[in-house]
Each structure stands twice: as C-alpha cells, then as structure tokens.
C-alpha cells in the first residue's frame, strides 16, 4: 500500500457526460500529478501541483481540468467525454519537488475510467 | 526532449532463471534519474529501484538490480531468481526535472511472463 488513494476504482459513464476523480496523497507529500494511462498512448503525464498551486501541465485536454485543495487532496474533472478517455487515471505523490535524490513519486491504485 | 525506449514488448523466463529487461534513454540534462516500476494485472504501479545519474555503483533491491551504463544511456533491470508473482509489466522511467517542474517520462513497458 502507497498510501495514496484514489477513488472511485472504477467509472463507467457515456459519452458526453463529466466526472471526477479523487485523489489523496500520502500524509506530508504537498506534491500530486496526475497520469493517464491508455492503450495507444501510454502513461502520460497529465498535470501536476504543488501545495495547491498548479506547477506544471503534460499532455491535457482543454476538457480535462485539475484543482488541489487545501488540505491536499486533489480532483481530476474530466468533460464531454468521449470513447478514447476510457483510460487507467494514475494519481502520484511526492514529498517535495526539485530535491536531489530519489524523489520517488507513490502511486495511488488507479481509476478505471470505461466511457460508452 | 528526454525520451525512454524500451524494445522489449514480452519476455518470457523461467522460474528461478534471470531475466534482463532493456531501457535506454535520451536526455541532455547531466543530472537525471531513472526508475523502474512494476505494474501487475491488477494495475498498481509499484516503484521497484532507482539510479542517480550521478551514482557510482549499480543500484539494488533485493533480488532488482540496475545495470546502469551511462555512456551507452542504458539502465537495465536485471531480476535474479524470477518469480511466477514477477509475472507483470515493467515500466522505465526518466525523471524530468525543470525548475519547479518534476514529472516521469515513462517508457512503451515490456511484459514479464515467469512460467515454471
């Protein structure tokens, strides 16, 4: 166990519609990111923040938004979807950013996102 | 842009043989590190081992080791003693590092199978 969750485990919606994923870090970490990870595409970084700010963004749609709260926990809103956003979403945590060292970025289980 | 290659999409091992999985990688940046994760059927991405581009010895974990050529921009897993539960896929990954920005650049995955 990481210590990172993420919930729902799995989601299945129809095109068109909007969910959102949920994200909490492991206790301390101020750092979360965000991947995708599909069939054709790979694992993908998506998005990143830190202590509730947005640090950096990967390859994400305009449809897909992020937000960190201030307790840390973070939501991936995910609009009009559509059949190719049917993807494992990884949410990841970290304790710091820019340290040397391993900075090693905990994985939370996943949520399965099937759209039809 | 840093970049991971993994060429091996399966591979196949017998119990208790060992197994080398394959990851070169790109990158201009002289500090850099690299992890491998193991992602089984059941989708969690478990962190195995990492290397600093700046360590002089290979790293280790138990039975994971990191043959770690720089030169050759290559830091293959090597896993002694395979397991039937090493049966999974494993993930290269490069930490990209720019300014505040930490994320991973994953490589396509090689597919482990461990027959008995």
């Known amino acids: 166990d990481s210590g990172v969750t993420q919930t729902p485990k799995h989601l299945i919606t129809a095109t068109g519609q909007r969910v959102t994923l949920r994200c909490s870090p492991r206790s301390g970490d101020l750092s979360v990111y965000w991947y995708q990870q599909s069939l054709d595409q790979g694992l993908q970084f998506l998005i990143q923040y830190y202590n509730g700010e947005e640090r950096a963004k990967g390859n994400i749609l305009e449809r897909f938004s992020a937000q960190q709260f201030p307790d840390l926990h973070s939501e991936l809103n995910l609009s009009s979807l559509e059949l190719g956003d049917s993807a494992l979403y990884f949410c990841a945590s970290s304790p710091e950013i820019g340290l040397a060292g391993t900075n090693e970025q905990f994985f939370g289980p996943g949520t399965r996102l099937t759209v039809l | 842009a840093q970049k991971i290659t993994q060429t091996q999409p399966g591979m196949f091992v017998q119990e208790k043989e060992a197994v080398t999985l394959d990851c070169t990688y790109d990158t201009s940046d002289q500090s850099y590190g690299l992890f491998w994760y193991k992602q089984p059927s059941s989708g969690e991405m478990i962190f195995l081992i990492y290397?600093?581009?700046?360590?002089?010895q290979n790293a280790t974990e138990g039975r994971y080791s990191l043959n770690f050529q720089k030169a050759r921009k290559s830091a293959n897993l090597v896993i002694s003693a395979s397991q039937l539960g090493d049966s999974a896929m494993y993930f290269c990954?490069?930490?990209?590092?720019?300014?505040?920005?930490?994320?991973?650049?994953f490589g396509t995955g090689t597919r482990l199978q461990v027959f008995p």
């Open positions: 990954a490069m930490r990209e590092l720019i300014g505040n920005t930490d994320k991973l650049i």
């Open positions: 290397q600093g581009s700046y360590d002089e």
